[in-house]
Structure formats: structure tokens, C-alpha cells
């Protein structure tokens, strides 16, 4: 039983069980590390991904629930060559201390700005709510996020 | 030309019917008061403040994100929207003008100060039976809040409900006008509880459901849906397959989670965190009246049957899908081996509220919306509304229904959730 779905604007045919969350499935068949496994019940937002332009926790997305739908990851985002916007912004501000938050902070963030590509603070932060970052790096995020939506390069 | 006419007189006669009807229901205008009160003592305050918990003032007169009591909350009802006012002090958009007197009408017959009738989403048909003491510790209580300046959206109404004086006749069929100098009995703690329950924390509103008139069926607490959340029978606690008891009820009550039913979710949950504040003797008595009220047992429905996963999960059945999805979705908390199950004796999900009710709305609204984060609250569910589709929600339901709670299927879970997907759309 194998499932399709379009993974970073590419066609992807899956043969994990359909009943496996989507991030042992980025992680184990496809080898794509930057969502991490942070608690595993959706508390922690480590494993963010974005699904049909929601930002979703791939920890309990089921598999079975993507056939035909379309995922992004941070790997989507750009590389360590060519980073994206919020990428880069994250960089600039160096918003990562140990790191193993951001993957999902930027593509919740990324899940934002390409709906209301120039929100305010507020918006910025109750839509952050949901993701945790235990360094406490929280405002160079928030720096680097509000970069991107009012400087010019969203 | 001759139609013109006869159209013209007939609006004319239905605008002088309108009109006197208007001028004969409509009731006096208290005078404003102009010069401040002053401050309550701090025993006024703290007793206010327990009045205006325990009727829940706040759940309704705050927006979602608002200031507090300053209104502007959306009250979906079969008739169409009616926002919540301002019962802030501000003078002009406010209670600030309301004297003592006029709070104490509005609250028993449900006029405004100026006269105007004020709809029955206001529940006034339950707190025109309160103590004249606790109207106005509620009244001193209110005008002691911080003023907010602010206007709530225009009402939005099927004609001809918006017309305001039609109201008398609605009051003439469904209200029972308390007396004024009703004070407080040497009440026993059943006589607290039925006055916590009927009227001031007005139960019966979300509880017994509403008729096509809008009024509360009779008789009370037979179970309504209320926002798109069922509010289960208040007269069949003693049912189900764990009996509430009243300890239990009074834990639920205070901390919004009971070990044998599950968590306060939708409009219930603010419910609990006011109940919270309130003193704990209050809360039994609450508890004991309702435990009073208990319909007797049904017809026995026969030995319950043991969860049949293996007839829930057959290979190519909604069942079958929906315990794939709930393998991935949902048993990292909520699988019988999960350690979140453990701690502090969690309810099983086979016994949560939400999954043995008649009807799937409170499981489907919990799937979709999750419980919010609270800091304050030991229960939180991420949502799925983002993760699943109406037809994952609905295998979702064959399997947890029937291989977890053992219960009947139910019908029509898709379109249910699609329905109520669409209400609680921003």
C-alpha cells in the first residue's frame, strides 16, 4: 500500500504504512532530517511541517491523511547554499542557539508570512504560540521573522 | 397606480401597528445617575465578585481577546447573531448611567435603562428570581470595574426579530417576574444549590435546549446543544456507564476534569474556571441539587458488550482506516500502553463524555479544535482540524466508537463535522 502526495513541489509515491506519522516517515524512508522529534503528542512543535499551507505537528499526522496533498518541509525552504528569505533572516539574527527548534519555528513561521506577508507583532506571536524553543532564543526569532515581514524580502 | 395605493396604505397601517405597538410595550426610561459611586469595601467586593462568578457574567460579556465585561462576544442563535453588551462603567457605551434601580430591572424583567427591551440571550428569565442582596453586590461589583469604551457589532437578526418590541409578547409566554424584596432564606445547602443552578448560574439555558420560540424546553435539563457543543442531560448523570457521584462532580465542577468522564471543553470550560474562584461550599451545593434531579434509570439496556476491535477494525471498513489513523494521530497519549494515560489515573478514552454521548458533536469539535492551551489547566489537546478531513473524522469516530468505547455507531459523522468545521471558521 504506498501513498502520493507532493513533498516540496515534488511528486512522491511513499511505501511506509499508512498508519506511521508523517515525521518517521520524512526522517526514516526519505532521510530528511530537519523536522526533529521533540515530545511526540503535538506539545512541543520540533516536528513542524507544512500541509496544504497549514502549519501541522508531522508527529501525529497520519500518513494515510496525505494522500494527494501537498508538504513542505524546511528542506523546502532553501539549503545551506541558497537559503531561503526566512532562512536567511534567521542566520542574520542568529535566532538558533542549540537549534533543534528551528526547522519548526521557520516553517510555521514560512506558513504565516505566505499567507499575511506582512503581519504584526502580535499576529506574529500568537501564531508562534504553538512552538517551543527551551534556550529561550524566542525574541531574536521574533527579530528575524518581523525582518522578513516588513523588510522587504517576505 | 391603484396597487401603488393599496401597497402604500398597508405598509402605512402596518407602520402605525408597529409603531403603537411600540409605544405600548415600551417601558420607561430610568433616569441616568451622573455622579459616581463610591468605592465598595472590600467585603462588597469579594462577595460581588462571588455573585458574578457563580452567574457567569463574564463567559458571555467578553469577546474572545477582549476586555473583560466589556461585551462584543457573538451569540450564534437559531434567529441569527446577537452580540453581548458592554457592562463595563463607561457611561456612554456602558452601565456607567445605570442606576442601582435600573441594573435591578434589567436583571428582572430584562429592560434596558432607557427603556428598550433587551433579548433573551441576556438570561433574565432566570435572574429575575434573584436575591435583591446579590443583584446588588453584582451591581456594586460591576461599576467598580475598570470603564472600557467600546461598541459592540449591530446585532444581526431575521426581520422581523430585530424589531425589538415584539419581545413583550416572548416575555408574556416565558417570563415569570421575580419579586423585589426577595431576600435570601436561612437556605439549606439544597435550597443553595437549586438557586445556584436555576437561577443565578442559569443552567437550563445551554442545558435544556430551546424550542422553535426560542424558549427553554420544558421540563428543565433535558440536554440542549448550545455553539455546536452538546450539553448533555443534567438528569441522567446517575447514568452511563460510570454513574457521576457527587465528589466527582464537585472536582469537575472546580478543576474542570473529572477521572471518570473526561475534561471541560467548549462552552463548559470557562464554566469550570469560574466555578474555580468560587468558595467550595457553593460548588457542593451545586453538586448535591443536581445529584437530586436524577431521571430514574432507564430501561436496563442489557450487559454492555465488550469492546469488538476485531468487528471495529474488519479489513476494508471506515473502522479499518480510522484505526490507521488513530494508530498515527492519536496513541502517543491516548493508546491504552501510552504513559500520559498514567499519570495521575487519566480517564481511559473509553469513558470519556464526549465519546458515550448520543450524538458525535463534542467528539467531533474536540478532534477538530483540540482543548487550547491553558496555563492553568492540567488538559491540553493539540487540534486537528488542519491534519484531518471530514471523512478522516468520521473513520476516525467508527473506530474509537465502536472498538474503544463500545458503543453504536453513530450517523452522518462527516457531514456533522463539515457543518461544524464551517461554523468555527474565522
Redesign the interface.
Given at each position: 500500500m504506498s501513498t502520493n502526495l507532493t513533498l516540496n513541489g515534488k511528486t512522491q509515491v511513499l511505501r511506509s504504512d499508512p498508519g506511521t506519522p508523517l515525521l518517521y516517515v520524512l526522517r526514516n524512508e526519505l532521510r530528511l532530517n530537519g523536522a526533529k522529534f521533540g515530545c511526540g503528542m503535538g506539545q512541543c512543535g520540533a516536528c513542524t511541517v507544512i500541509v496544504d499551507g497549514k502549519p501541522v505537528f508531522s508527529c501525529m499526522t497520519p500518513l494515510a491523511a496525505l494522500e494527494g496533498r501537498s508538504v513542505r518541509t524546511v528542506e523546502g525552504l532553501g539549503n545551506a547554499e541558497a537559503p531561503g528569505p526566512l532562512q536567511a533572516a534567521f542566520i542574520r539574527h542568529q535566532a538558533a542557539q542549540c537549534g533543534y527548534c528551528i526547522a519548526g519555528m521557520l516553517t510555521r513561521a514560512q506558513a504565516l508570512l505566505d499567507k499575511h506577508p506582512h503581519p504584526t507583532e502580535q499576529q506574529v506571536r500568537a501564531h508562534m504560540e504553538p512552538n517551543l524553543c527551551r534556550c529561550g532564543t524566542h525574541h531574536r526569532i521574533l527579530a528575524a521573522i518581523m525582518d522578513v515581514a516588513h523588510g522587504g524580502r517576505p | 397606480m391603484k396597487i401603488r395605493t393599496i401597497a402604500g396604505a398597508g405598509a402605512a397601517m402596518l407602520a402605525l401597528t408597529f409603531g403603537a405597538l411600540y409605544a405600548w410595550t415600551r417601558p420607561a426610561a430610568i433616569a441616568p445617575v451622573t455622579q459616581a459611586l463610591p468605592a465598595p469595601a472590600p467585603g462588597v467586593l469579594a462577595a460581588g465578585a462571588r455573585v458574578v462568578a457563580l452567574g457567569d457574567c463574564m463567559v458571555c460579556h467578553t469577546a474572545k481577546g477582549g476586555a473583560a465585561y466589556a461585551g462584543g462576544l457573538g451569540l450564534a442563535t437559531p434567529f441569527g447573531t446577537i452580540y453581548s453588551t458592554n457592562i463595563t462603567p463607561d457611561p456612554d457605551t456602558g452601565i456607567g448611567r445605570w442606576s442601582a434601580q435600573a441594573f435591578r430591572r434589567a436583571l428582572r424583567e430584562g429592560v434596558a435603562r432607557d427603556g428598550h427591551l433587551l433579548y433573551p440571550a441576556f438570561p433574565y428569565i432566570h435572574y429575575t428570581r434573584m436575591y435583591d442582596g446579590d443583584i446588588d453586590l453584582a451591581y456594586r461589583y460591576l461599576m467598580s470595574r475598570t470603564p472600557v469604551r467600546t461598541m459592540q457589532p449591530a446585532n444581526e437578526l431575521v426581520f422581523p426579530l430585530n424589531f425589538r418590541p415584539l419581545l413583550a409578547f416572548w416575555n408574556a409566554l416565558y417570563l415569570r417576574p421575580g419579586e423585589t424584596g426577595t431576600a435570601a432564606p436561612t437556605a439549606t445547602p439544597l435550597a443553595r444549590g437549586r438557586y445556584l443552578v436555576d437561577t443565578l448560574g442559569h443552567c437550563a439555558s445551554c442545558h435544556s435546549g430551546l424550542n422553535p420560540m426560542g424558549g427553554e424546553r420544558k421540563p428543565a435539563f433535558r440536554g440542549g446543544n448550545i455553539d455546536g457543543w452538546d450539553a448533555p442531560a443534567l438528569t441522567g448523570l446517575a447514568h452511563g456507564p460510570v454513574p457521576w457521584r457527587q465528589q466527582e462532580l464537585v472536582e469537575y465542577l472546580r478543576g474542570g476534569l473529572s477521572l471518570g468522564h473526561g475534561a471541560a471543553k467548549g462552552p463548559m470550560r470557562p464554566v469550570t474556571e469560574h466555578l474555580a474562584t468560587v468558595p467550595r461550599e457553593d460548588v457542593e451545593a451545586i453538586a448535591l441539587y443536581l445529584m437530586s434531579i436524577q431521571a430514574p434509570h432507564p430501561a436496563p439496556e442489557g450487559a454492555r458488550a465488550a469492546p469488538l476491535v476485531s468487528v471495529a477494525t474488519a479489513p476494508d471498513t471506515p473502522g479499518a482506516?480510522g484505526?490507521?489513523?488513530f494508530?498515527?494521530?492519536?496513541a502517543?497519549?491516548h493508546a491504552a500502553s501510552a504513559p500520559?494515560t498514567r499519570i495521575n489515573g487519566r480517564p481511559g478514552l473509553a469513558l470519556s463524555s464526549a465519546l458515550q454521548g448520543a450524538r458525535p458533536d463534542n467528539f467531533i469539535q474536540t478532534v477538530l479544535h483540540g482543548v487550547p492551551?491553558d496555563p492553568a489547566s492540567p488538559v491540553?489537546?493539540?487540534p486537528?482540524a488542519?491534519?484531518?478531513?471530514d471523512e478522516?473524522v468520521a473513520q476516525l469516530a467508527a473506530y474509537i466508537r465502536t472498538g474503544i468505547a463500545a458503543r453504536p455507531a453513530w450517523h452522518d459523522v462527516a457531514r456533522t463535522s463539515a457543518k461544524l468545521r464551517k461554523e468555527t471558521q474565522e
Open positions: - | 482506516a484505526a490507521r489513523l494508530a498515527a494521530a492519536c502517543s497519549c500520559l492551551w491540553y489537546m493539540p486537528f488542519d491534519v484531518l478531513d478522516q
